[in-house]
């Protein structure tokens, strides 16, 4: 869920946000969020990075890495740790920016030659992620998400936090001000659990063979 930027609502607000709520204005800080908005973030520092080794695993000659992004000041940020994590792998970084799902065929077509496509978490991906399942699939491109319910439509790999986990320690907040608590008060929290989901069908569709290794450590397979 996006938080609406609304930091100065006098109705107390629990968000889980699949965006920086720093760098979108919902919060002042994670330590000290102010105003009446106060919650959990799917947001973390070493995510990016670790999604794109990941990536490498899978696909040891990775040279270019497509990014999906919208015009959103969230993905920015997402995008310069993206740019660190491909330098690192050596490893070049393709940004495709659209604006709604009308874009996304010519964004394909723009990465063509690209090792891996990497959307951004975004609601609109979410949405959509058949129409982007379906259009990797045609262009026999990996992908690499966030969620897990891209994979389950069709995606090959997503890595991120664990979204039940999240949701129970939001629930914990609103007990929390329930009994009087301020959201000021309460710092958001970062996620501490993570999940690997492969779909091995998507993988057989595409031509690729999952190393054993990176299958072994999957919390959920899809066949």
Do not use: W
Not at 137 to 158: H, I
Not at 184 to 198: N, S, T
């Amino acid at each position: 869920v996006q938080p609406a930027r609304n930091a100065t609502s006098t109705i107390p607000v629990v968000f889980v946000a699949a965006i920086d709520p720093v760098a979108t204005g919902v919060a002042a800080s994670l330590a000290r969020p102010g105003g009446n908005v106060t919650g959990v973030t799917a947001m973390h520092a070493d995510l990016t990075g670790k999604r794109l080794e990941l990536l490498k695993e899978l696909l040891p000659k990775l040279s270019r890495i497509a990014v999906l992004v919208r015009d959103h000041p969230g993905h920015a940020q997402y995008v310069q740790e993206a740019e660190l994590a491909a330098r690192t792998l050596g490893a070049q970084l393709q940004v495709l920016a659209v604006r709604d799902p009308r874009d996304f065929e010519g964004a394909f077509s723009a990465a063509r030659g690209a090792s891996a496509l990497l959307p951004v978490d975004d609601a609109v991906f979410t949405a959509h992620r058949t129409q982007l399942a379906e259009l990797a699939l045609k262009n026999r491109l990996p992908t690499m998400y966030g969620f897990s319910d891209m994979v389950e439509a069709g995606g090959l790999m997503a890595y991120g936090p664990h979204y039940a986990d999240l949701y129970r320690r939001a629930a914990t907040y609103v007990d929390k001000i329930l009994k009087g608590r301020k959201p000021a008060d309460l710092p958001v929290e970062q996620p501490i659990k993570f999940e690997l989901v492969i779909s091995l069908k998507t993988a057989k569709q595409i031509g690729l063979t999952i190393p054993p290794n990176l299958l072994a450590r999957a919390d959920k397979v899809i066949r």
